[in-house]
């Protein structure tokens, strides 16, 4: 049996305890065991636990929660032979620490699959630290490293912040998915399974990503391509969309992150079709916009 790690990332003060602790909150039943370097760090709400020990806790709905100290490869392979098994590892990363380093070295682990990375930016500081001499470098990798940037605290920095702090990670983190989380919320499987959002060929799965669907939307005609961003974005399964679409004013490009969305003029030969990369666990089916006067 491979045992799924998730490395969870991100500088002091991202976010990490909040959003470790709301996955808790909605594991509906999935036996999630959370990994730190000394518990301390992650201090878990105190109604999720129900029993502690000298190096793990016992946490609500079988879940657990284990320090590894020095020995991380000896503290995962405690938890791959635990009985039963925990159904995921997330591992949540020090604040300075270099996410694809460690999954380098978890890599060498026959019965650990890595399946993803996620790191958290906090809105309202991510641009100083990039721009911070003494951290700036270790941030940078750390984004360069994720599969998933979850952008924190955008509610307390407010809309204006967002935007600029958003276009600031993505200068950075390559193709990884951009989303939101408000007081930690998220689609549980969005950080299980962060896959990376690229478009390896049309029609082809998405990496081997699960929990996530990648599927081209081919609008006919000429639509309103404002009206169709807006669309997509209100949809609470689509975590990106990017392509063109024909408009009444020529090729339009039309990108989406999470409830963001812009369009701008494409080149004039540019293919019509938009990649939708979505959560497959919605009741929200994949719809398409009809054309104009249709």
């Given at each position: 049996m491979t045992l799924p790690v998730t490395i969870l990332s991100g500088y002091l003060g991202a976010g990490k305890t909040t959003l470790v602790n709301a996955m808790l909150r909605q594991a509906n039943g999935k036996r999630l065991a959370?990994?730190?370097?000394?518990?301390g760090d992650l201090p878990i709400d105190a109604d999720l636990i129900e029993a502690e020990g000298d190096d793990l806790i016992a946490l609500a709905g079988g879940c657990v929660c284990c320090s590894y100290g020095d020995d991380l490869i000896a503290a995962l392979g405690q938890m791959a032979a635990m009985v039963?098994?925990?159904?995921?590892?997330?591992l949540e990363a020090s604040g300075v620490a270099l996410p694809a380093a460690i999954a380098s070295s978890l890599g060498l682990m026959p019965d650990i699959e890595v399946a993803g990375i996620v790191v958290l930016a906090d809105v309202g500081q991510i641009e100083g630290q990039l721009a911070n001499d003494y951290i700036g470098d270790t941030v940078v990798r750390q984004l360069k490293a994720a599969d998933v940037v979850v952008m924190t605290?955008?509610?307390?920095?407010?809309?204006?912040k967002a935007a600029a702090a958003q276009a600031a990670v993505a200068a950075h983190s390559g193709d990884a998915a951009i989303v939101e989380a408000v007081q930690g919320k998220?689609?549980?499987?969005?950080?299980?399974f962060p896959a990376r959002v690229a478009v390896l060929e049309v029609g082809s799965p998405h990496g081997n990503a699960r929990g996530l669907v990648t599927q081209i939307d081919t609008p006919t005609?000429?639509?309103?391509?404002a009206e169709y961003a807006r669309a997509l974005a209100e949809r609470p399964d689509v975590i990106r969309a990017k392509g063109h679409v024909q408009t009444v004013d020529g090729l339009h490009i039309v990108q989406v992150?999470?409830?963001?969305?812009?369009i701008r003029k494409a080149p004039h030969l540019?293919?019509?079709g938009v990649v939708v990369i979505s959560l497959t666990d919605?009741?929200?089916?994949a719809r398409q916009l009809q054309p104009e006067g249709a």
């Open positions: 959370i990994m730190v370097n000394e518990f039963p098994p925990p159904d995921h590892i997330i605290k955008g509610d307390i920095a407010g809309q204006g998220l689609p549980l499987d969005l950080v299980l005609g000429r639509i309103d391509a992150v999470g409830r963001q969305w812009e540019a293919p019509v919605t009741e929200n089916p």
